[in-house]
């Protein structure tokens, strides 16, 4: 019975002293007591701890008289507490094994969930995001184990495993919500050559043919031109009242009847004008104030690959002089980052920008289209010629911010547009995750 009561309070003390132990220092004096004494495997460790407890309640030998040695030497450490010592550092090598394999074990249930859920047939978004989720929870148990764990080797080639399945659940999921975006696409009446581009303000994005530049981008290459204005002037410490003359051969057929040539107006003007009114007149005169070799410049240099502007803008008979050389380009994807650069205050001037996106004037595209849904209308801009019909708009959602452009040739009309962009507006108003 003395013998048992002993055990206890051995038992105790440790139990005290672990649960005193921060993670850090219990990583720190496990990896150490491994290193060590080099067991093998969890049934190893037991048996030292079993051992040792042993050893412990052994009676403890009775202390030697003191002698003058002694005295002038001090004595080596009391071998009961090296034994209490060595028991501590077990007790802890043995709870971080035991959490290493839970981990570990966890990890493989949601694995075989996972493969459960993605070897169902016609997978939906739900159900191909469910699968993704399972993956990504997988990999993060897997993390929980220690590099020096006995279970390490396994778990590496499991990390591997599954960080494979990870990328092919996350491309089923990108599959799918295109697959969604081609069906909205159908339904509006859009066309095959139609491109859809969505992105969350964190950039989770999924696109239709987003990076296929249309025939032509028409008012919608607008945008690009006022990013780079606002680079230049704040680099520059150009103020926005600075007036600029407006050349009369800049001239061509406009929506705008606030722009007349040849005349000053302040640059802030010409900004305003060019995206609320859609103006040529003041676009092609911003064309010549910054240079197309500038624009396109900061347009590779911000990572734009596709988008340049090599082209002024027209209207139906009248052709600006100097017109420029080769046609302007964009793709929906590079338009819908640059409205999420604009939106998340990623580029100069930006604050301003928002503001004249919310002043646009032709609301029969996104404004009209969010009329009724859950969506709240952010700001806009909207391109159209007689090749393509198409607009970038921002919108919030239960207050997430989001940003969609859908670009179609010219065979589309508003109808079609409006009606892809309240799909996906009332699908996501439905499905947050999206």
């Known amino acids: 019975m003395r013998e048992f009561k002993r055990f206890l309070s051995i038992a105790n003390k440790m139990a005290a002293v672990v649960a005193g132990i921060g993670l850090v220092q219990m990583l720190t004096i496990a990896s150490s007591f491994s290193q060590s004494s080099n067991p093998r495997s969890l049934d190893e460790l037991y048996k030292i701890r079993d051992r040792l407890v042993s050893e412990l309640e052994q009676p403890a030998s009775p202390s030697p008289e003191p002698t003058l040695l002694s005295r002038l030497v001090p004595l080596a450490a009391n071998p009961q507490q090296k034994l209490l010592s060595q028991l501590q550092a077990v007790e802890v ?26 070897g169902q047939q016609n997978q939906s978004i739900e159900s ?65 050559n139609a491109s859809i581009g969505i992105c969350h303000l964190s950039r989770e994005c999924v696109n239709l043919r987003g990076d296929v530049p249309p025939v032509s981008p028409a008012s919608l290459i607008k945008l690009p031109i006022a990013v780079a204005l606002m680079q230049k002037v704040e680099k520059e410490k150009i103020s926005l009242n ?16 606030q722009i007349l040539s040849p005349k000053n107006y302040p640059l802030k003007t010409l900004l305003e004008e060019m995206i609320d009114r859609s103006s040529n007149t003041a676009t092609n005169q911003l064309i010549d104030y910054l240079g197309s070799d500038y624009i396109n410049q900061f347009l590779e240099n911000r990572g734009y690959q596709v988008t340049r502007v090599n082209f002024k803008l027209m209207g139906e008979k009248i052709m600006p002089t100097n017109p420029g050389s080769g046609p302007n380009r964009l793709t929906a994807n590079e338009l819908t980052e640059m409205m999420v650069q604009i939106y998340n205050g990623e580029t100069p001037g930006a604050k301003l920008l928002v503001e004249t996106l919310n002043g646009q004037y032709d609301r029969a ?18 391109g159209e ?33 409006r009606q892809s962009i309240s799909k996906i507006a009332d699908y996501i108003s439905r499905n947050p995750s999206f």
């Open 93 to 118: 090598e043995i709870l971080v094994e035991q959490r290493a394999n839970d981990n570990l074990q966890q990890a493989v249930r949601l694995a075989n969930r996972a493969v459960e859920t993605g």
């Open 385 to 417: 010629n007689s090749l393509v019909l198409g607009t970038t708009l921002a919108m919030s959602i239960d207050g997430e911010a989001y940003v969609m452009t859908v670009i179609d040739s010219r065979s589309s009309g508003d109808r079609q547009i």
């Open 242 to 257: 600075k007036e600029v003359f407006v050349d009369a051969g800049n001239f061509t057929e406009d929506s705008s009847t």
């Open 365 to 382: 595209l996104g404004f009209a289209a969010l009329q009724g849904t859950q969506a709240q209308w952010l700001g806009e801009k909207t």
């Open 128 to 192: 191909s995001q469910q699968t993704q989720f399972l993956w990504n929870q997988a990999l993060n148990n897997l993390q929980e184990v220690p590099q020096y764990s006995f279970l390490a080797s396994l778990t590496a080639s499991k990390t591997q495993e599954y960080r494979e399945n990870l990328t092919a659940a996350t491309s089923q999921v990108q599959q799918a919500k295109s697959d969604f975006l081609a069906a909205v696409a159908r339904e509006s009446g859009l066309s095959e």
